[in-house]
């Protein structure tokens, strides 16, 4: 760790949280814990956001999120169109005999609607601009960029952090109550508090190349998003715009009689043979890499930039020591195959975030953040798992939109039913069967209202502000008793119904349906994050409804 140097004039504040790390994950955790209303800052050491796309695959359960922050319509704008998410399969992208397909469930594919927003192709290095100006908006200059850390210190009660300022070299002290590393697979935070990475490494490795070329007119007629190509060794083809901007990803060493090792240059024009180093920076052969994969040898190719990356699935030993916290890639790498790794990341985000709100503003004890590992780590062990098989998968994969919409939790942060104890948590590789119990998120049920209004769906119901909601089927007088001993014990909770005189389910009878025959007068103790916490009826004595929210947050 580099130490600040002895006499140097150092300034020093606190704040409730420090968040290391502004790619998605972490700029989505900023958001929401303004939205909370915890103070923090972020630090990033990039001086911008990320000009490679990287991730695309915005999953329906993070485009819930970026619904609830006000970003849904942006981000849905940035990205293709849904007609356009589709998986194509062929030799090169002229193969007349290619294969294409949709995702695991499609919009408007027949069956019930288990989501307002699905998910669709977002690249990050359109995406992260959206976060980033959402992020500023609501802390302004507590988001620091350009800004690294240099060494933190946990003495238990909280954390001593030194940052940089990277064009000025000015350093100044921050003690925060909670440190959380989003700083990507190679996390410094993560190092610095001894926490171990499991799992393999160098599943594969990539050279991904970011280009321009006319390929929309070339792919009119079997437009996708992503491309795989058949041929061994050859990779495939990410659509960025569908138009003129794409990333190639080519497999280095995949291929020991086509493959390319990155290493020792060749010179300009040199052609490679089996087992040849080349230059990255040779755009020329770049370039003929690329219109040999897309089989137009005309193909006008402009190379903008490189990146290589290895392909790993590991998952932290821990999420959690003492007073720091991990998430995103920092606490799971999760292989691409799936496109589900930023979004296992933004769950992490959404769940974290309103446990450091309720810990920090002391409606909650420290032993709520516990849940977060018991919560989130199990789901990320499936999501690698699954990742892993895909990527083992030659005759190719589908892309489950729903899959984290399935997340059942099992934590001291859930109060199961008798009925709920023994079922499985975690995730429903089989799809989404919605319902209310308890761990589960609320079920998407689409709503009329008589006036403008934004709630359109069950979703809308509850957060994006700090406390719990107790969400009923009708409004019910008899339970504001209730919510009003839960707010004197001095915890915030939200009392709203379904139905109301204004507001009705577009398919009447749904929302009774999901809470099953057995169920139907009960109401649902909803946390910020959508999950359910509690099902139950209305209890005779007051005070059973705050020692229940005080058994979900741990608090004394």
Known sequence: MVQVEEGASVAESHTSALVVGGGPVGLVLSCLLSGQGVDHVLVESRPAVSRHPRARGVSARSMEIFRRLGLENAVRAAGLPAEQVSFYR?????????????????????????????????????????????????????????????????????????????????????????????????????????????????????????????????????????????????????AVDNDRHWIYQYPLGADPGTAVDVGTAVG??????????????????????????????????????????????????????????????????????????????????????????????????????????????????????????????????????????TAAYRSAAVVPGPQDADRPGVLDPAGCRPGCRPGERVP?????????????????LTGPGPGLTLLTADEDPRWQPHAEAVRRAGIPLTLRAVRTASRREAEPGQWAYLLGAEHADTALLVRPDGHIA?????????????????????AP
């Not at 290095?125 to 800004?147: H, M, Q, Y």
């Not at 998407?444 to 809308?460: E, Q």
């Not at 005779?540 to 741990?554: E, K």
Request: hydrophobic share 40%; with cysteine.
């Open 268 to 405: 300009p024009g040199t052609a490679a043979g089996p087992g040849t180093a080349v230059d990255v920076a040779d755009h020329r052969f770049l370039a003929g890499l690329v219109r040999t994969a897309a089989g137009v040898p005309d193909l006008d190719v402009t190379v903008r930039d490189t990146m290589t990356w290895r392909m790993d699935a590991q998952l932290a030993r821990s999420y959690r020591r003492s007073r720091v916290l991990l998430a995103g890639d920092a606490a799971h790498v999760v292989p691409p195959t799936g496109g589900h790794g930023m979004n296992t990341g933004i769950g992490d985000a959404d769940n974290l975030a309103w446990k450091l709100a309720a810990v920090t503003a002391g409606h909650a004890g420290d032993a709520l953040l516990d849940t977060y590992e018991a919560e989130r780590r199990p789901l990320a062990r499936q999501v690698i798992d699954i990742s892993t098989a895909n990527a083992a998968n030659r005759t190719g994969y589908r892309i489950d939109d729903e899959l984290l919409l």
């Open 444 to 460: 998407h049920v689409r709503l009329t209202t008589a006036g403008a209004s934004d709630v359109t769906s069950t979703l809308d």
């Open 90 to 238: 062929g030799r090169d992208l002229v193969d007349p005999d290619y294969v294409r397909t949709g995702p695991a469930r499609e919009p408007g594919g027949g069956g019930p609607e288990h989501t307002p927003s699905p998910g669709l192709i977002c690249s990050q290095d359109v995406l992260e601009p959206l976060l980033l100006r959402r992020a500023r908006e609501l802390a302004g200059s507590r988001v620091r960029f350009g800004t690294r850390l240099l060494s933190f210190l946990d003495d238990g009660l909280g954390v001593q952090a030194v940052v940089e300022e990277r064009a000025t070299g000015r350093r100044y002290r921050l003690r925060a109550d909670w440190l959380v590393g989003c700083d990507g697979a190679s996390s410094t935070v993560r190092a610095g508090a001894g926490i171990a990475m499991e799992g393999p490494t160098g599943l594969g490795r990539y050279l991904s190349i970011r280009f321009e070329a006319p390929l929309g007119q070339v792919v009119a007629d079997r437009v996708s998003a992503s491309y795989f190509l058949t041929v061994p060794g050859r990779g495939g083809f990410m």
């Open 534 to 554: 509690w099902r139950g009826v209305r209890p005779a004595d007051p005070a059973t409804l705050p020692a229940l929210v005080r058994r979900v947050l741990a």
